[in-house]
């Protein structure tokens, strides 16, 4: 006898976890199957800025009290460029607004936390899923859980399984519209347990290539540098990594780099992606199953959420009021936001990185950079995008 449930979500990631969270205390019945173990999941290393928009549905989640202890306040963003480190306001142009670091590492322990203390299932290390019927009114899922072949009944299916998912490439090649470019730069990202180089995140902008300066809190930082997509890690030891990015900071900053043994290194490349619409039938998509931003803006995991909080009202609505209309309108809502947002971590990506040649463009690139940073109204828009747009 196949199981039944009112939604399940395919995916366990933040994505995934937070819908599961929100539908738990809406009473709304729903299985979570993730392909990766838990400690796989659990073991990632990604975002780790979170606009307000993100910590007040974690806490509206029931899954805000660590983040509320833990997380640090940035009320500027640095950009360094031209030998300088110029600070951009957050707060004073956007009616307060902050940025919070707190690692997605963090958060989504946090919603893992949350899910196993009273939430409804989640099925790990689930083989082979496959999602069916989703045009009809009675979609399904089949998956192998423990060698053997389930099938679980729903109403809805998210498809919150990341870029590489299997939902998005279920629906008809005629009814998607993908959009998108890949960067010809990847990023280089370490871990380490030292103290952070700057209480708030630095953008640097150099003739040898783009550099990030981040944190996970006062005694571990985050630091990225730009290099080949094509880069073998094993290349990078963990000096040659210090010296480059030493290479890539202003002097004053620079001297103040704390170095250690890195916890993590790792390569990862960068995208541009929309799929439209969100929504085919009974299926959703959220979070990178839909779309990917570079992570420049520190976007990606938030836009994630922002998916996720309309999402789950979508639902709620669905099963409170019989509202099929609620299902489209969440994608257009969705790509609303998506659409912005990409708009500006493609803008900061293009405008922070080095890799075209071109003497002309990189003059229009430093009179931007002097432009965004010196004149209110592009201190403004700067501040009212990294902080994040209104809902
Ligand atoms: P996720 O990809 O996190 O989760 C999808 C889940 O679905 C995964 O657990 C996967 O195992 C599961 N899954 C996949 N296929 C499945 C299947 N067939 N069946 C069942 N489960 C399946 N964002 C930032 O803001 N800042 C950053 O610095 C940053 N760095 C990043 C670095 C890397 C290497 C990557 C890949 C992304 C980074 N991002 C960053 C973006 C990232 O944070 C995403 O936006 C965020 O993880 C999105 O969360 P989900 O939508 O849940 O997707
Ligand atoms: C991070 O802390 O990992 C981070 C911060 C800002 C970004 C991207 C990543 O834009």
Known sequence: MAKRTQVVIVGAGPSGLLLGCLLDRAGIDNIIVERQ????????????????????????????????????????????????????????????????????????????????????????????????????????????????????ACDLIAGCDGYHGVCRASIPDN??????????????????DTPPVSTEVIYAN???????CSMRSMTRSRYYIQCNPA?????????????????????????????????EKSIAPLRSFVAEPMHFGRLL???????????????GLNLAFSDIYYLHQAIESFFANNDIAALPHYSQQALARVWKTERFSWYL?????????????????EAELDYITASPAGRLMMAENYVGLPL
Do not use: C
């Open 37 to 152: 173990t838990k400690d796989h999941v659990l073991a990632r290393i990604r975002a780790g800025i979170l606009e307000q928009t993100s910590v007040d549905l974690l806490t509206s989640a029931g899954a805000g009290a660590r983040l509320a202890a833990e997380g640090i306040a940035h009320h500027a963003v640095n950009i360094a460029f031209d030998h300088k480190l110029v600070s951009v306001p957050l707060g004073a142009t956007t009616n307060g607004k902050v940025v919070t670091a707190y690692g997605q590492t963090e958060v989504t322990l946090d919603l893992y936390n949350l899910r196993a203390a009273g939430g409804s299932q989640t099925i790990y290390s689930a083989g082979n899923v496959e999602i069916h019927d989703f045009d009809r009114d009675w979609p399904f899922i089949r998956f192998v859980n423990n060698g053997k072949a389930e099938e679980i």
């Open 175 to 192: 009814a998607i519209t993908t959009y998108g470019q890949v960067y010809p730069f990847g990023w280089l990202g370490l871990l380490a």
């Open 206 to 212: 150099n003739d040898r290539g783009f550099a990030l």
């Open 231 to 263: 880069d073998n890690i094993e290349r990078w030891s963990d000096d040659a990594f210090w010296d480059e990015l030493r290479r890539r900071l202003p002097p004053e900053t620079a001297e103040q780099l704390i170095t250690g043994p890195s916890l």
């Open 285 to 299: 998509l959220a979070g990178d199953a839909a779309h990917v931003v570079p992570p420049t803006g520190a976007k």
């Open 349 to 365: 990506t293009n405008l922070t990185h080095r890799f075209n040649a071109d003497p002309f463009e990189q003059k229009m690139k």
